[in-house]
């Protein structure tokens, strides 16, 4: 069996730094990449995997959030569901096949049923003891629940699935809604918190939003009717690991305090470079779009190993606003940052 890609981080920051709504075709190149296929598998697959179903098994009422009134029906999220398995397919047939009877994933030797049951391929996994560890929690779950987890543990993405509003065909139309979160791996927000929100509520935190506001209806018509698209997002953190759930952070010790960072020292030694590829798949037949999340993390000075990335990078943060600093917990040590950045 063929391994898996070696794994290729963007680099995608710009200055001076904007919020902007911009949504890439997938196929046009974008920061040096193709961009030919809206879901990325490469090796880190199993690291991704194993942080998956331990959040999963730990935290699920933080990683698994639906409203079960929106799972059955015409347009209901299982049928949403099955429409992504089929281009995850279509884009990765080596690892993965959809017919009739239901959805095979042969990095796991799982298969998936369409009547919601799983079994075995028969076929060797290429994560075996991952396979297994997998086999029996989706054993321990309710129907809906084994479901949604076999989707989670699927593709390398977190995934929110959406729901246009009654009359999307309106440009002012919104009463759009996130009806299910699989997210193990947000950037410091919980999906506990935004089931069943809006676009616009669901951004409400953001710095600078007044942009993704006025954007709103036609972003929205847009995502459930013309995709495949995808864009990126960049952000700065002190803790080395896939998950900045904020409500779980709390219970570890996992961050550096920001006393720490405003110490001595390299930040550009002690800090990491986080990305999110985010997607959009569109199913207007359902009135629905799945959103992507694919998370990217790499020590700072790996991602700023040349001097243009270095100045790129200063004279972003230096451009950006005291709300989007607070936004991104950036104000510890943006200013000094900046200064570092500069000087190597």
Known sequence: ???????????????????????????????????????????????????????????????RCFLPKNVEGANGLKQCIWGLLEKLTAEHSQWFDCDGTGFENRLLGIKLLRNGAI???????????????????????????????????????????????????????????????????????????????????????????????????NLIKAMINQGPFFRYNWSLTSVNQLSLNPNLLKSGAHSLADEQLAGQGSLIDRLYFRVERQTVSSFPDLSRCVFGIRIYQQPLAEAVATDGRRIVLADAIASMSEEVIRYRSMQAFAGRLVDQLRQV
């Open 119 to 217: 079994s075995k391929t028969g076929r060797a996994a290429l994560f075996s003891k991952l396979s297994q560890d997998c086999w029996e929690h989706l054993g321990r779950l309710s129907d809906v629940e084994r479901l949604l987890d076999f989707v989670a543990l699927t593709f390398q993405e977190d995934l929110v699935f959406v729901k246009a509003g009654e009359d999307n065909s309106k440009s002012d139309q919104r009463g759009d809604c996130a009806d299910c979160f699989l997210v193990t791996m947000p950037t410091h927000w919980d999906p506990q918190d935004k089931i069943g929100l809006d676009f616009s509520s669901i951004h409400r935190p953001v710095a600078d939003r007044a942009v993704l506001d006025q954007a709103h209806p």
């Open 1 to 63: 069996m063929p391994s898996l890609p070696p794994q290729k981080t963007p680099f995608p920051v710009k200055a001076p730094f904007k919020i902007s709504t911009d949504l890439y075709r997938i196929g046009r190149p974008v920061f040096g990449y193709p961009e030919d296929s809206i879901f990325v598998l490469d090796e880190h697959f199993p690291t991704y995997l194993a942080a998956k179903l331990d959040s999963l098994k730990r935290h699920p009422q933080h990683c």
